[in-house]
């Protein structure tokens, strides 16, 4: 275990540290190679841990790193409490969590808890027959009388969400890959044993957790068929177009209301740690109403994520209004995780088509919503996604829509730390998926060096958060538009700051409320009003005051 005397973290005396906090997502497999084998590590992240306080962010989001086959890349697991070998070891673990902390930054590891891999020894067992120990620690059920599955039910992935096993004559659920059965959450022994496993990781001094699907945890016990969907209901948001899963209304496969029962479990256990959580909701029609009923109160989850700003089309006033005042709605005492990009998604620099001064708006546009942020690996040097040859593909989402759809390979390419080779500073070796060249005049070295590159832009933003309070944990109006302009205000009891954004091509015109203001954000081009009672926003630009008195 660690020995955290040193540490600059202490979680129980700052339960709400997550409130507003700006959490980095880490790829492991594409962040640094330390060893030469061509594929990241955690050795790899120790080493490039003092690049990301350097950015001024508060903690870390680690994708899965546990053993596992890898048919899914570390989001099918097949021992919950051990690091796969290309990773490392338990030992880098604990010497990971320790020089994040001394750092000042808070380790969130990606728990998937919804599936293991076909090959961990849970399902090895489960499988065997229908009377063994572990009979019921998974989805299994008799095929209709014709022998077809027992529901309707749809995997993302492609095909149905049923696969037929010899051994017990029975169908085991999986709503990702056939190698990523699906657990039972109606067995108490399954839920004792994903507690378990998340004190393992707190008690090495892991800060919280990353929750994959975690709305696909619990599944109908009746095993009822899904509607299908209008096709005005239809939507990309988390699964491509071209996939058949987006045709049914998922009543039953997902969103169980016993799955709450579940989460007030779990946040018990991470209460004792001042550990916090940041779930990932996957519905495309009820996702902002899911995230508030997970995060509502103070025995839930602390944040989630929907999938609003990770859409493919970019993001306007009239949208932006919308999507906040639905969170007002019905998730007003919940508590978002905004995203624009992370390794599932299109990068937004390329899905949403950014110029240099869009991307910087939208940059200071997260930092200044109300709600936590998760940045994603390689965003903050503005990285467009990565051209991935059909050969070079190894993201089994793309190889099985290809072409319409190309997987998630394009966000996943390695980290760019210098452009002097072709791997960019990440390994010595053939990389696991091959550097995009155009990433290499973006690479951290090259930014450093130019005062006027993005990456100076986003630590600027962040430390705008860091040093106002109302941009954190604060409150807020309503966000309010104006032609392309947004606005909304946010406040303590101690500061007030109004934030407009020009979200267009043209400049704009736009009255400011009553009061005296100073603007708190020329360093990042906001615009700076002085003495007037109106502002011209020039085309991308952000206007930014604090009131004063």
Same mark, same amino acid.
């Given at each position: 275990m660690n020995d955290l005397s040193a540490s600059k973290i202490d979680n129980v005396a700052n339960p709400d540290w997550w409130r507003g906090a700006v959490i980095y997502q880490i790829y492991p497999r594409s962040y640094q190679d330390s060893n030469g084998d061509g594929i990241g590590d955690l050795g790899g992240i120790i080493s490039r841990l003092p690049y990301i306080a350097s950015l001024?962010?508060?903690?870390?989001?680690?994708?899965?790193?546990?053993?596992?086959?890898?048919?899914?890349?570390?989001?099918?697991?097949?021992?919950?409490?051990?690091?796969?070998?290309?990773?490392?070891?338990?030992?880098?673990?604990?010497?990971?969590?320790?020089?994040?902390?001394?750092?000042?930054?808070?380790?969130?590891?990606?728990?998937?808890?919804?599936?293991?891999?076909?090959?961990?020894?849970?399902?090895?067992?489960?499988?065997?027959?229908?009377?063994?120990?572990?009979?019921?620690?998974?989805?299994?059920?008799?095929?209709?009388?014709?022998?077809?599955?027992?529901?309707?039910?749809?995997?993302?992935?492609g095909g149905p969400a049923w696969t037929w096993d010899t051994r017990r004559e029975q169908y085991y659920l999986h709503n990702f890959l056939t190698s990523q059965p699906d657990l039972n959450f109606h067995c108490e022994a399954v839920q004792e044993a994903l507690l378990d496993v998340a004190r393992f990781w707190l008690e090495r001094g892991c800060d919280g957790f990353r929750l994959d699907t975690i709305n696909f945890y619990v599944h109908d016990a009746q095993l009822r068929n899904n509607p299908p969907l209008p096709d005005d209901q239809r939507n990309a948001t988390i699964a491509p177009s071209v996939n058949p899963y987006n045709h049914q209304e998922h009543l039953y496969d997902k969103n169980q209301p016993e799955n709450l029962a579940f989460l007030r479990k779990l946040r018990a256990v991470m209460a004792s740690y001042g550990a916090a959580a940041v779930g990932e909701v996957g519905d495309a029609q009820r996702g902002l109403e899911i995230m508030g009923e997970y995060t509502a109160g103070d025995d839930l989850m602390q944040m989630c994520y929907a999938f609003e700003f990770l859409a493919n089309d970019q993001p306007n006033a009239d949208y932006i209004t919308d999507v906040m005042a639905r969170v007002d709605e019905v998730a007003g005492d919940g508590w978002a995780c905004w995203a624009f990009s992370n390794h599932d998604v299109k990068r937004h620099m390329s899905r949403w088509?950014?110029?240099?001064?869009?991307?910087?708006?939208?940059?200071? #546009?997260?930092?200044?919503?109300?709600?936590?942020?998760?940045?994603?690996?390689?965003?903050?040097?503005?990285?467009?996604?990565?051209?991935?040859?059909?050969?070079?593909?190894?993201?089994?989402?793309?190889?099985?829509?290809?072409?319409?759809?190309?997987?998630?390979?394009?966000?996943?390419?390695?980290?760019?730390?210098?452009?002097?080779?072709?791997?960019?500073?990440?390994?010595?070796?053939?990389?696991?998926?091959?550097?995009?060249?155009?990433?290499?005049?973006?690479?951290?070295?090259?930014?450093?060096?130019?005062?006027?590159?993005?990456?100076?832009?986003?630590?600027?933003?962040?430390?705008?958060?860091?040093?106002?309070?109302a941009l954190a944990p604060g409150a807020h109006d309503a966000v309010q538009k104006a032609g392309d302009v947004i606005y909304f205000t946010r406040s303590t009891a101690?500061?007030?700051?109004?934030?407009?954004?020009?979200?267009?091509?043209?400049?704009?015109? #736009?009255?400011?409320?009553?009061?005296?203001?100073?603007?708190?954000?020329?360093? #990042?081009?906001?615009?700076?009003?002085?003495?007037?009672?109106?502002?011209?926003?020039?085309?991308?630009?952000?206007?930014?005051?604090?009131?004063?008195?």
């Open positions: 001024g962010v508060d903690a870390i989001w680690i994708s899965p790193f546990f053993k596992s086959p890898m048919k899914d890349f570390g989001y099918d697991v097949s021992d919950y409490c051990d690091v796969d070998p290309m990773f490392g070891t338990l030992a880098d673990f604990d010497s990971l969590i320790a020089t994040a902390h001394n750092l000042g930054l808070r380790v969130m590891i990606d728990l998937v808890l919804s599936h293991t891999s076909d090959q961990h020894a849970w399902f090895a067992e489960s499988r065997v027959n229908k009377i063994n120990a572990k009979a019921d620690w998974y989805v299994w059920a008799d095929p209709q009388p014709d022998g077809t599955p027992p529901t309707n039910w749809l995997s993302i992935f088509e950014l110029s240099a001064e869009a991307a910087r708006m939208f940059t200071t #546009l997260i930092m200044c919503l109300r709600g936590s942020v998760c940045l994603y690996q390689g965003e903050e040097l503005g990285l467009p996604e990565a051209d991935v040859a059909y050969e070079d593909l190894q993201d089994p989402y793309g190889i099985t829509f290809w072409p319409e759809f190309k997987g998630r390979d394009g966000c996943r390419t390695p980290m760019v730390w210098e452009p002097s080779n072709q791997n960019g500073g990440f390994s010595e070796a053939k990389p696991w998926l091959p550097v995009e060249a155009g990433h290499l005049a973006l690479s951290a070295q090259s930014q450093e060096d130019d005062p006027s590159a993005l990456i100076h832009h986003y630590r600027r933003a962040i430390a705008l958060r860091a040093a106002h309070p101690d500061e007030t700051l109004f934030c407009a954004f020009n979200l267009s091509n043209a400049p704009s015109e #736009l009255s400011l409320p009553t009061g005296q203001w100073r603007s708190v954000a020329t360093d #990042l081009g906001g615009a700076d009003p002085g003495l007037a009672r109106q502002v011209t926003l020039a085309p991308w630009q952000v206007c930014i005051l604090h009131k004063e008195g």
